[in-house]
Each structure stands twice: as C-alpha cells, then as structure tokens.
C-alpha cells in the first residue's frame, strides 16, 4: 500500500481517512490551514502519522515563507494529547536556520525512519506475544486503528498481526468498532479485509465478554502518548480493557515507536486529553441520536496505568519506566 502521508509536487499527499472504507482517495493539503483542518477533522490520524504531519507541515510553511515558527505552532497545538505531533514538528523546526531545502530534507527522513522503526517495535512484540501466549493460532484483539493508517506504513499494534500472519498465526483479530468514530470498524477491519487476515468487528462493549468467553490470547494497542512510568494515553475504552484484561488473566501489549514516549511527563495524570464535538455523540451520519439538549462527555483518550499492562514495546524492546 502506498504512504499514508507523503510528500508529492510541493504539497502533502494524505489517504482521506474520513472517506474510508466506502473510498479509497488522496488529499493533496497545499496550506497549513488545510494541513490543521485534515488533521482536526481525522482526515490524517494515529500518533506516529501525526508526527509526520507535523514535520511536513513545518516543511510546507518553509517552502511557502511567513512566519513559519507561529505556523508551527498553529500545527503543534492541533490536536493535544499525541506527542508526536508537536515532536514531528519540533524536529523540522530546528532545521529552519538551514533553509526550506534542509526543512523539508529532515521532515522525509522521519517519515522514512516511521516505517523502519514501527516495523522494528512490532517485530519486538510480536516475539513478546508468542512468548506470553502459548495457544495456536492467536486470536488477538484491537481497539481503534494502530495500523498502516495510523503511521506512514506498516503500522504499530497492527504491525505485530502482519509479523504474526506473515508466518501464519494468526486465527482472527476481533476489532473493537472504537465508538463514536469508528477508527476499527472502518479503518482497521478494511486493513485486515486487504490483508486477508481474517477477522470479527465486535461493538466495544462486547470486548470483555469476548475475554470472559476465552476468545481472546492476547489485546494490542498502540499509544499516544506514554509517560515516563509507562502509563499510555490511548483511544478511548483503552483503560476499560485493560481492566477486563487484567481480570480475564489476557495479556495486554502496547506497541508505539519511542518518539511517543514522553519523558517530560512523570506520570499519566498530567497527559492532556482531547475532548471533541458533541455532535460526535449526539449525532449518527447526521441524524441526531439525543435529545436536543443532551450533555455529552466525550473524551478521544483515557491513560491506563502502567501497573494493568504487560508490556509497552517500542523499537528498543520493552520499555522499562
Ligand atoms: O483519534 P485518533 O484516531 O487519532 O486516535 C488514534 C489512537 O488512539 C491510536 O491508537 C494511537 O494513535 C496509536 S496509532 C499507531
């Protein structure tokens, strides 16, 4: 499959991953403003894609003139709790001092070095899952998309399926829809449909019936943000599922290249957590689904501690706190 974010005749090439699974389509982003707007709108998404974005983005505001360092700003603060975003951009920004060319040269590099690493960090696990996990074939389960959608290719959780189907040990990955925008059953069902892995999308909250019913050897997620003790900020219904894992004896493995960790935070309470629109909630295809005035809480992340994981893996190996 090709990138899923690139560079392309002086702007960045995304797959539209709004359009997903009914269209397969590209947006050419030629401003900053559209670059902020896709990311806003979920059109480009996953940790590892926004670093990426964020490192372009600086690459297009160079190329264009202005006030790249407020641009980059306007980049960074898009969306708050992946810190590869503002990562992504923070790299391509300390090359501005040699000219647009070298921006734009470091910003390629990253997104050369995501597929490599992601490829690295999942291969870690995957031998990691193996060890925990004695039953054959595996029957693994996924919360929102960790795939090839969510990095410049391969993927991170979703990279261990490919490792672990390349060699054919895969029994079916159970996709949890990822309520309210669907990041599994559009985005990581229609990877594993392209795959040939075969597969179940389950709602979210089917997901510790599954583990009670002995359906599920092991549950991979990837991350947004991890920080220094090792809590992970990821898609929300992550912590839930870790407590059903947790309780059903199911080991629970987190897959991310190390540009996510963050180090700065000493612990998972002061991540920042993105809370969107309520029309998310209260809304279906445009259809309303509440009552008018209903209250929404409708965060995209919650941390889950370090203490219910089995392990967090990163191109390293296992990540020690
Ligand atoms: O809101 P999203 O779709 O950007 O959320 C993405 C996730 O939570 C992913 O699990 C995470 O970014 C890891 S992707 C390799």
Avoid at 268 to 290: F, H, K, Q, S, W
Wanted: hydrophobic share 50%; charged share 25%.
């Amino acid at each position: 499959m090709r990138r899923t974010i690139d560079w392309a005749d002086g702007a960045i090439v995304i797959i539209d991953q709004t359009a997903l699974p009914a269209e397969f389509r590209l947006l050419e982003l030629r401003t900053v403003d559209e670059l902020v707007d896709a990311i806003k709108r979920l059109a480009v998404r996953g940790a590892p894609a926004l670093g990426a974005a964020g490192a372009l983005g600086v690459a297009l505001a160079a190329r264009r003139g202005g006030d790249v360092r407020s641009e980059a700003d306007v980049i960074a603060n898009a969306r708050p709790t992946a810190v590869n975003l503002a990562w992504g951009v923070g790299r391509a920004l300390a090359k501005l001092g040699e000219g647009a060319d070298a921006v734009l040269a470091e910003a390629l590099a990253l997104l050369t070095e995501d597929e490599e690493l992601n490829k690295t960090a999942s291969k870690h696990a995957a031998e990691l899952v193996l060890a925990e996990c004695p039953r054959r074939p595996l029957r693994l389960l996924s919360h929102c998309n960790a795939g090839q959608l969510a990095t410049v290719g391969w993927g991170s959780a979703l990279g261990v399926v490919w490792h672990l189907h390349e060699r054919g040990l895969v029994e079916e990955v159970l996709v949890d829809e990822t309520r309210p925008l669907l990041q599994g059953a559009r985005l990581t069902a229609w990877e594993l449909a392209q795959a040939d892995v075969p597969y179940r999308v389950q709602p979210d909250g089917a997901a510790a019936a599954a583990m009670a019913r002995g359906l599920v050897d092991c549950v991979l997620v990837g991350a947004d943000r991890i920080a220094a003790n090792g809590d992970v900020a990821n898609k929300i219904g992550t912590y839930g599922l870790a407590i059903a894992a947790r309780y059903h004896g199911v080991p629970f493995v987190v897959v991310a290249p190390s540009s996510t960790v963050d180090t700065k935070l000493a612990d998972g309470t002061r991540i920042a957590i993105e809370e969107r629109d309520a029309r998310e909630l209260t809304e279906y295809a445009g259809v309303p689904v509440t009552p008018p005035d209903a209250g929404v809480f409708n965060p995209a992340f919650d941390v889950t501690p370090y203490e219910l994981l089995t392990a967090v893996v990163t191109e390293h190996g296992r990540f020690t706190p």
